[in-house]
């Protein structure tokens, strides 16, 4: 804060509460928690008074005070600014990149006006670096997390059965991942050409979830919650006999996987994981260079942050977790295999560790 000349944090959103106070769900838009931070002294919790206890359980935050609104605690709040000394200063929030006020607009807008001296600024960047670089216990619920994953993915033969729907087998590896002891998790089903383009952000993004699904590829991506932090990888599956180029097609993504694996070296540029994995697909006279925007995203209290895998020279540092997943457009659909990374002193801990051959179910 001092770098940024800032005399403290305003923290609304309820990842960054978990990341800078310990606290936990449910969070409530009519009994919002905020966190001051200040440069200079201890943080203070502000919650409604019927968190009180759960949170003096959980929070690292000593100093915890209380309100009865429901709604955001605005008068509070600026009586605390004024407490510590800092109305007059540079107030960081969650203003910029990947971020989002877990207050209102005009809560925020209350609250800014009430302390007229300070000036609030956005600290997104100071946020989203502090929370890129994991600590071993993080990692360790990304561990977990990934080897839930795994179990999921390496029960998709034995739970697909003859007749099956998209949206049956999508149900039926949620609550798989939830049995394993996972929360809040996702699953996409992509069956063969029908697939649509890899962003699609429903539950079962093919064109009729309905539908049965038919000989082809079958493309599976999972993730799940444990304990605050995310999985997030894909694996290839194909119903009935495989045709010799689909083995070769998931052989060349293999190939531009691992080789942006072996690419990650802390220190270097995440711009060579991108080309390392662009030019694996061009030996095998694929180029999909330019056609997919990022390969790869950051994980953490969030399933997508910092980083992004792009041709840029953002340094990969120590402890940052984050994806890899090119895809390769086909005649059969979207190949993508994609691996969860724990970055390492001398290079990068594979977490996602289900197969990455092409199963054929």
Known sequence: ?????????LITNEQNLVYFAGTEPPFCYSRPYLLIIPRDSDPILVVHRIAKEQQ????WVSDIRLHEELQTPVKLVSEIFHELHIDQDKIGTELGKD?????????FESIRKSIPQSEFVDASDIILNMRAIKSEAEAQAHRVACKITTAAHESVGSLLKQGMTARELGSLLQRK?????????????????DMLPPMGASLFPTRNPNATLR??????????CWQGYWSDFSRHYWIG???KVAYEINQAEADAVNAGVEAVKPGNPIGDVYRASMNALKEHRIDMSGKMGRIGHGLGLSPCEKPDVLPTTEEIQRGMVFTLEPWIASEFGWFAIEQDML???SGCEVLSLAPT???NV
């Open 1 to 9: 804060m001092a770098k940024f000349n800032l005399g403290a944090l």
């Open 357 to 359: 051959d092409l199963i």
């Open 215 to 224: 000989e082809g590829l079958l493309l599976v991506d999972m993730g799940v």
């Open 177 to 193: 991942l939830a049995e394993e002891g996972g929360y809040s998790p996702f699953v996409y089903v992509r069956n063969g050409k």
């Open 343 to 345: 970055v390492t002193p």
């Open 56 to 59: 003096e359980r959980i929070s």
């Open 241 to 243: 006999p495989v045709p």
């Open 99 to 107: 971020q989002r006020l877990f207050i209102s607009y005009n809560d």
